[in-house]
């Protein structure tokens, strides 16, 4: 009788993982109604940073694109849900696809320009585009021009669904505007993370991972390089650019400097994909949290705070190359989001 095998990427560490973030999720979708507004703010950082983090993870780290100009689709982003509101009139949830959609089509010119280059010179690129993007920006007057602007009072007044949150938890408008900013963050993070295993899961993630290591093999087998490296760019620049709309809509104040800020969209995400693990999706989660308790103990010292993170990032680079959760991962061989294959026979699928 012939032995039958079956390749599979699934592992018990894998759907315990999925059975605690669901109950992890369902906690966090009722967690306003028992933790005080700082916690809301904390949280909502952390979420919008950690989405962040993993779609530069998913362009960098499994498509091998390395880009430090992320901050211009963060920036085209928010400026356009303000566009929509202030020049437009429209409500600023549904205005943040609209920041999306323009990130997306800010994209597609910039990845024809930035895909002719290799290595440290599409680096470069990505952030001279990003440059470019900001000067563009800080010359349009009727968003404030170098100085920027904020929402009128009128649509921060009536921001769909804050109404609804202030009937339910009993909160002043702020508060229920804060409530509101972190479910859609914890909405986007969810979708991206989920979004990203199931890509990494499927062909698409095995082509991407064969071009991530060597581009002229994966072409010899017949995967197509160009069409994969646009469609992680553009995913990559649509999620973005929702991110950076939904950042500034909870803070409702916006300038090109801040906006398009390299330190705050680009190293920032870097730091914590790179002590985290880059080409995991578990490494941006371990890093965000501890970049949070980093921030949180090092903020007031001003720059030594920045010379800490450097010297932090150099030495987990050093010692731990795959980053803190590859040093856990070698070490326990757990994999809690697992999306390389294993052939296994048929005593072992039952087992398994």
């Known amino acids: ?50 989405t962040l983090a993993q779609l530069w993870n998913l362009l960098a780290g499994y498509g091998g694109l390395v880009s430090v100009g992320q901050q211009a689709f963060v920036g085209i982003g928010a400026y ?147 069409r994969l490296k646009w469609v992680v760019y553009l995913l990559t620049a649509l999620g973005t650019g929702l991110t950076g709309a939904l950042i500034h809509l909870q803070t409702a104040r916006i300038s090109p400097d801040a906006a398009f800020s390299v330190t705050n969209w680009t190293a920032y995400v870097i730091f914590i994909v790179v002590i985290g693990g880059i080409g995991t999706i578990e490494g941006p989660i371990l890093g965000v949290l501890v970049f949070f308790a980093l921030q949180t103990l090092l903020a007031d010292y001003g720059t030594w705070y920045l010379l800490a993170l450097g010297l932090i990032g150099i030495a987990v680079m050093l010692f731990a190359p795959r980053g803190l959760w590859g040093l856990i991962s070698a070490r326990t061989g757990i994999h809690l989001f697992p999306v390389q294959r294993r052939l296994l026979g048929q005593d072992q699928l039952k087992g398994d």
């Open 1 to 50: 009788m012939a032995r039958t095998y079956r390749v599979t990427t699934r592992t018990r560490a894998g759907q315990i993982t999925g059975l605690f973030a669901l109950a992890l999720v369902a906690l966090g979708v009722v967690l306003p109604a028992f933790v005080p507004r700082g916690v809301i703010l904390d949280l909502f950082f952390i979420l919008t940073m950690l």
């Open 80 to 226: 356009a849900m303000f566009a929509a509101v202030i020049l437009w009139g429209m409500n600023p949830v549904p205005a943040i696809l609209v920041g999306g959609g323009v990130a997306v089509l800010l994209a597609v010119p910039s990845a024809f320009f930035a895909f002719r280059l290799q290595g440290a010179y599409f680096a470069i690129g990505t952030w001279v585009v990003a440059e470019i993007t900001r000067l563009s920006i800080a010359q349009w007057k009727a968003l404030g021009g170098g100085t920027g602007t904020s929402l009128p009072r009128e649509a921060t007044g009536n921001i769909m669904g804050v109404d609804l949150v202030r009937s339910l938890f009993g909160v002043r408008e702020a508060a229920a505007r804060d409530i509101l900013a972190y479910w859609l963050a914890l909405a986007l993070a969810v979708v991206t993370i989920g979004a990203i295993y199931m890509l990494l899961r499927n062909r698409l993630g095995l082509a991407l991972a064969a071009v991530r290591d060597n581009t002229e093999a994966a072409r010899s087998v017949g995967v197509d390089a160009g």
